[in-house]
């Protein structure tokens, strides 16, 4: 049987911008939709049990109660098997191309072209990395400032300006420390891009553009959850050579 993620990645393409919403929602909250009524759920996801059930039904499911009950037994299923986590995996990254390729990157572009200075935050140590690795591979192109680190939160909100660009790579883009970066940037009208997993989220309401990754959690232990990094970095690397190729076009 395919798993809720598998069976919402093959539909994400034929949902509507509501059902798109629910989407991002119930990918961050799977635990609240296993224990939750239709009724408790619909008001934490902000829509009408009916669209919840018409959501269900888009994807093959009888309605939410199936919804439900098959969330809960993934939740309660506990580790999923080596050839099972790859096929998982695999997928995501299959569908993260695709969505990519079909994706316009025209206005991230622009920003990154007409920006005086480009600077990429990383609020996590992946995310650290995935930003020092930007900068590296963008350095024959453009110019880019990695900062690190919360200590430099208040330094990057008083030397960006709004012929800059900031880049904010944030895993759940829901973290008070990028929530108050991004709210500061916006108030001195900075233009934001925002690079999170694909969810709804704070940041990416705030930015200007949003750039997303199909992540994959796996549970390693007791309690204990890894998130695959490799995602981000095929993002970047993908905006790096389309970026050449929008440069190429532009001369």
Do not use: W
Not at 118 to 130: L, P
Not at 135 to 159: E, S
Not at 206 to 227: D, K, R, T
């Amino acid at each position: 049987m395919a798993r809720v993620e598998e069976i919402l990645n093959a539909h994400y393409d034929s949902f509507n911008e509501n059902e798109k919403y629910i989407c991002h929602y119930l990918t961050g909250h799977y635990q609240d939709c296993a224990k939750d009524s239709i009724a408790v759920f619909s008001k934490k996801c902000n829509v009408s049990q009916t669209m919840l059930v018409r959501f269900a039904k888009k994807t093959g499911m009888a309605g939410y109660g199936e919804l439900k009950a098959r969330i809960r037994m993934e939740l309660e299923g506990g580790d999923v098997s080596c050839q099972g986590l790859m096929e998982r995996v695999t997928q995501s990254y299959h569908k993260m191309l695709d969505d990519m390729m079909k994706k316009d990157f025209a206005n991230v572009f622009e920003l990154i072209k007409n920006a005086n200075q480009v600077f990429i935050y990383g609020s996590g140590s992946s995310q650290a990395r995935v930003a020092s690795e930007m900068k590296r591979i963008f350095l024959p192109v453009k110019g880019m400032t990695y900062v690190h680190g919360h200590d430099m939160v208040q330094a990057l909100q008083r030397i960006a300006h709004p012929e800059d660009l900031v880049i904010i790579i944030s895993l759940s883009g829901e973290s008070d420390v990028v929530v108050d970066l991004a709210k500061m940037l916006r108030v001195n009208h900075v233009p934001m891009v925002s690079i999170t997993r694909l969810k709804n989220n704070t940041l990416a309401s705030i930015a200007a553009e949003n750039l997303y990754i199909h992540s994959v959690q796996m549970s390693v232990g007791n309690e204990m959850e890894y998130e695959i990094s490799t995602p981000y970095f095929i993002l970047i690397e993908f905006l790096y050579l389309s970026y050449c190729n929008f440069l190429a076009e532009k001369r």
